[in-house]
């Protein structure tokens, strides 16, 4: 009997093709099942579809395009929100324009790394939940989604609202880690992050941009990306942004003439105080000390 496929969705533009790639090798390489992916995509053509592909050639791989129309892009409920690529909300249309015979789907972000087997999570129990996903202090992380398309449930108001009561948490730590924040707020480093996450996320700064700082972390992802066909495009054009955007020098700069600024407002307090000092030693109603 052929084995069930894991569905897999991403949400894919032009400038993401080649990340995308990666994310999938590294899901390909940790997974040996038969995998389904289903490309939401308003821009791409037929050749960046035989690009992607090419992954079928090593894995019982099968890559669906999922073009949305217009109408089917979704717009933020959040009016407050900052303006994002339309791509970055198409995880929400997938209750609506994939296939009906779909139990579930696992959305995943273009940015992640899948470094170990997903088979767990994704035969999480979702008898009661309309969705898995790791949780913050400010609702949902929307890296790593597990779909239960079997439920009853409207998705148009669960959206809006974000009810957490109809979400199965996941281990951020394992299952949608932040490579910025576990460097800098938990100093979680390179061979940690390696043994223990099973999805890394680069959201944020991204390990393939010069224009900013980096951290030990994102060697994982070139762990995976020094696989891909194109790896040394991939290197010259981080190298080439590194020496040559000006975003991290003009940083060093800034801190440097704060710094020099501070040292300067230092000198004149403690000038003052100096003075300060002087006066009280001789002020006649102190007297003379």
């Known amino acids: ?28 390489k940790n997974n040996a099942c038969p995998i389904d ?16 592909r090419t992954l079928t050639h090593t894995h019982p791989l099968v890559i669906n395009d999922c073009r949305l129309s217009e109408d089917q892009i979704p717009l933020s409920a959040d009016d407050n929100a900052a ?9 929400l249309s997938i209750p609506r324009i994939l296939p009906a015979d ?12 899948v470094n170990a087997p997903l088979s767990a999570l994704y035969a999480a129990d979702l008898t009661h939940h309309m969705l898995a996903a790791c949780q913050t202090a400010s609702g949902i992380a929307d890296g790593v989604l597990l779909f239960n398309l079997d439920c009853d449930a409207s998705w148009e108001p669960f959206f809006l ?8 948490p996941l281990d951020p730590k394992v299952y949608n880690l932040p490579a910025r924040t576990a460097y800098t707020a938990h100093n979680l480093h390179y061979e ?6 099973a999805i890394v996320h680069f959201c944020g700064s991204k390990p393939w941009e010069g224009n900013c ?29 590194i ?19 501070l040292l300067d407002i230092i000198e004149k307090y403690e000038i003052i105080l100096e003075r300060t000092s002087c006066r009280d030693k001789h002020s006649p109603l102190l007297g003379d000390k």
């Open 37 to 52: 992916v289903y490309v939401l995509h308003r821009e791409l053509c037929p050749a960046d579809f035989d690009f992607l």
């Open 1 to 28: 009997m052929k084995p069930e496929p894991m569905n897999i969705a991403v949400s894919v533009s032009k400038y993401y093709l080649p990340y995308t790639y990666v994310m999938l090798h590294s899901l390909l």
């Open 161 to 168: 609202q974000k009810e957490l009561s109809a979400v199965l």
């Open 192 to 197: 940690t992050v390696r043994t223990q996450a």
């Open 243 to 261: 020496v040559t955007d000006p975003t991290v020098m003009n940083y060093i700069s800034s801190l440097r003439l704060e710094h020099k600024q």
């Open 83 to 91: 303006p994002a690529a339309p791509e970055s909300l198409f995880y």
């Open 213 to 241: 700082f980096h951290c030990d972390i994102e060697q994982l992802w070139w762990d995976y990306a020094k696989d891909v066909p194109f790896y040394e495009d991939l290197m010259e054009h981080t190298l080439h942004e």
């Open 102 to 113: 779909l139990p579930r789907i696992l959305y995943l972000d273009s940015d992640v790394i």
